[in-house]
């Protein structure tokens, strides 16, 4: 279970989150996490989603955010937000391959979004630690179909990606996958 000021990172995207405010803090209300992008992280290192009940708030902290929301390509400045309402299909990335971002997320409401993020992290660090640069596909559908009411890939091809989805994490479950991941987190300087 995180709790506020939690920091976990995921070295396949090169992102670090820092828990603000976690689920408990405000009665499920909303989690807000502070997310640092390395100038590493770029478009590739993440998918097209949507959040099918929740308002995802982000205020760019520093540097620069390229955005992808419903097909519209955006970048977002310092001091400048963006609002993402329930269905809108994004994907958010730094823009510079010289300067960190660093952002200010809020979901509302919060429901499982912290258990998301430590599975994937979690996940991220072990297929790293095993010198893999990329998520266990099987693992993943497995963990895409748990938090299906948090976070659905969206973007191109969806109806085929949501049903080759689906078939991967039946499979993924019948081979032992579990949806959940402990991740151990990294010491709370910031």
Same mark, same amino acid.
């Given at each position: 279970m995180l709790r506020t000021?939690?920091?976990i990172s995921n070295p396949l995207t090169k992102k670090t989150f820092v828990f603000l405010r976690t689920a408990k803090d405000t009665d499920g209300e909303y989690v807000r996490i502070k997310c640092i992008a390395d100038p590493e992280s770029s478009r590739k290192n993440g998918f097209v989603h949507v959040h099918p009940s929740q308002t995802e708030i982000i205020t760019v902290s520093s540097g620069s955010m390229m955005a992808l929301v419903n097909g519209k390509k955006v970048r977002f400045d310092a001091g400048e937000m $963006? %609002?993402?309402k329930p269905g809108d299909a994004h994907q958010w990335w730094n823009a510079s391959t010289k300067q960190q971002l660093e952002i200010i997320t809020e979901v509302r409401p919060a429901m499982q979004t912290e258990q998301l993020y430590e599975a %994937?992290? *979690? $996940?991220a660090n072990a297929r790293y630690e095993e010198h893999y640069d990329s998520l266990n596909l099987l693992q993943? *559908? %497995?963990m895409l179909d748990h938090y299906?009411? %948090?976070y659905k890939s969206a973007g191109k091809l969806t109806l085929l990606k949501k049903g080759v989805f689906k078939v991967l994490a039946a499979l993924g479950r019948l081979k032992g996958?579990?949806?959940?991941?402990d991740y151990k987190l990294v010491p709370k300087s910031v």
């Open positions: 000021g939690d920091k $963006l %609002v993402i %994937v992290c *979690a $996940l993943f *559908a %497995v299906s009411e %948090v996958y579990k949806p959940e991941w």
